[in-house]
């Protein structure tokens, strides 16, 4: 009934920069939360960044992507991005797009997930 895509992802040298986009449809009636994971290899799934429908946004407490990561949503709020500048190797992970969804077809609320796109930062 929902669907979210991400895209964007690739191979970037360390110091480069990606835009990573996710774009949800389907029976849709309102989208609070969206927020960005990511998962590396032998790693649990990590809160990269979220935002709400107000704009309010926030960082995961490691400092490893305060000030080299923004997460934005359209003015539409069914697309989310997230720019990622300085990039380094550990970086390196699938990252996954996540929204709390209200249902249009039975007006419940939902958590829906993106396939992943993978980001590999290396030389």
């Known amino acids: 009934q929902v669907r979210l895509v991400e895209s964007g992802g690739g191979l970037v040298q360390p110091g480069g920069s990606l835009r990573l986009s996710c774009a949800a449809s389907?029976?849709?009636?309102?989208?609070?939360?969206m927020g960005w994971y990511r998962q590396a290899p032998g790693k649990e799934r990590e809160l990269v960044a979220s935002i709400t429908t107000g704009g309010r946004t926030n960082y995961a407490d490691s400092d490893s992507v305060k000030g080299r990561f923004t997460i934005s949503r359209n003015s539409a709020g069914d697309t989310l991005y997230l720019q990622m500048n300085s990039l380094k190797p550990e970086d390196t992970a699938v990252y996954f797009c996540?929204?709390?969804?209200?249902?249009?077809?039975?007006?419940?609320?939902?958590?829906?997930w993106g396939q992943g796109t993978q980001v590999t930062v290396s030389s």
């Open positions: 389907g029976s849709i009636w309102s989208i609070n939360s």
């Open positions: 996540n929204a709390e969804i209200l249902i249009r077809a039975t007006m419940t609320h939902d958590w829906s």
